[in-house]
């Protein structure tokens, strides 16, 4: 339970992997090729899953066109618009955001020939966001300053992999890290203290990095891989929108949870298999 309690734990590992993998992209890709492809791998089936949740529970009537386009365009904290998707969206906030600045560094040279200054800026920037006012407001008061900068915990294991870094680096951006966090979750979220989401996350993540070598890339693998997008942006709103439409329907009780969970992953993969589909098409 505590590694999946309220999500946390699994925040966290999503922008440890996240901050290693952009890491590995941005050492290969162009600045413009990496901002395009991004786009077109958070936004389409983003849309899609703001679209279908509107219409299947009747949204529209609620909701202004501003409203749906701010969602739509992922601005809704700048503009305190309403969450959608069960208020998930928060954290490709936090992505999209982080893609910009990772794509400004590259631009700027430190990840060429100014690559070893490129420690500096992350501890500086880390530095800095513990002194910015809470981001965002309301429920998710403060879970950009807070969970954030685990993305360039991620960076730093690229980092330190490919001896950009030393390990005493390494080590100091770990700690500045977790200092920002429980400082500003005692802050902003004192609620959540004692769950210890940072430290399961990162051993999490750790435990899987030290051995991933071990690990094989079988077939069940890489389909749980492609649908982790799909299933998280569905996960948090559609299972109970089929459970509840199952048991209204089927009268069912004690396999209603089952065969929700059940629909929700062949949705998902519908879903995938379907972008996939247009973007090999075009």
Not at 100 to 123: D, T
Not at 124 to 137: R, V
Not at 251 to 259: F, I, Q
Request: aromatic share 22%.
């Amino acid at each position: 339970m505590p590694f999946v309690h309220g999500g946390g734990a699994g925040v966290i590992v999503f922008f440890l992997v996240s901050g290693y993998i952009i890491s590995q992209v941005l050492s290969v890709e162009q600045t413009t090729s990496f901002l395009i492809r991004r786009v077109f791998r958070i936004y389409p089936l983003y849309i899609v899953a703001v679209l279908i949740q509107i219409f299947t529970q009747n949204m529209w009537e609620n909701l202004s066109l501003k409203t749906v386009l701010l969602q739509l365009l992922l601005l809704g904290d700048f503009f305190n618009v309403p969450y959608t998707l069960g208020g998930v969206e928060w954290t490709l906030r936090v992505e999209i955001i982080f893609y910009g600045f990772m794509a400004a560094l590259k631009y700027a040279g430190f990840w060429n020939e100014r690559k070893h200054f490129l420690i500096f800026i992350l501890l500086i920037t880390i530095g800095l966001l513990s002194q910015l006012p809470a981001f965002p407001y309301g429920l998710f008061r403060g879970y950009f300053l807070i969970y954030g900068p685990f993305l360039f915990v991620g960076v730093g294991f690229w980092l330190y992999e490919h001896a950009w870094i030393s390990f005493g680096w390494f080590f100091l951006l770990k700690i500045m890290v977790f200092v920002n966090y429980f400082y500003l979750i005692s802050c902003y979220q004192p609620a959540w203290l004692s769950a210890q989401f940072a430290i399961l996350g990162f051993l999490l993540f750790t435990l899987a990095y030290i051995f991933r070598f071990k690990f094989q890339s079988t077939a069940f693998i890489l389909v749980c891989s492609d649908l982790t997008y799909s299933v998280y942006l569905f996960h948090n709103w559609m299972f109970d929108f089929v459970k509840n439409h199952l048991i209204a329907i089927f009268t069912l009780t004690e396999s209603a949870n089952l065969l929700s969970l059940a629909l929700l992953f062949v949705i998902c993969y519908l879903l995938f298999v379907t972008q996939n589909y247009r973007a090999s098409s075009q």
